[in-house]
């Protein structure tokens, strides 16, 4: 693990599969620091997301998540 003190940031992708209830089906990731990666795993598995609808029906939807991590003064 890392914390705040290790002054690590940047960006991690993610490919993300968002099915029909609007709830993350997998999340892998592409790019970013390594060691940033499992928390950006964990988080995105947590979020939920408005069905998107494709000719009135739910559809599963294939994106890609940037998550930004910075370590501010605070």
Do not use: C, M
Not at 19 to 29: E, N
Not at 32 to 54: I, S, T
Not at 55 to 68: A, H, K, M, S, Y
């Amino acid at each position: 693990p890392f914390t705040k003190q290790d002054h690590i940031s940047g960006a991690t992708v993610l490919h993300v599969v968002i099915g029909k209830d609007g709830k993350v089906v997998s999340v892998v990731p592409v790019s970013g620091p390594e060691v940033l990666r499992p928390a950006a795993v964990e988080a995105v598995r947590h979020w939920e997301y408005k069905p998107y609808l494709l000719n009135g029906v739910p559809t599963e939807v294939d994106t890609i998540v940037t998550l930004n991590f910075t370590f501010g003064d605070n």
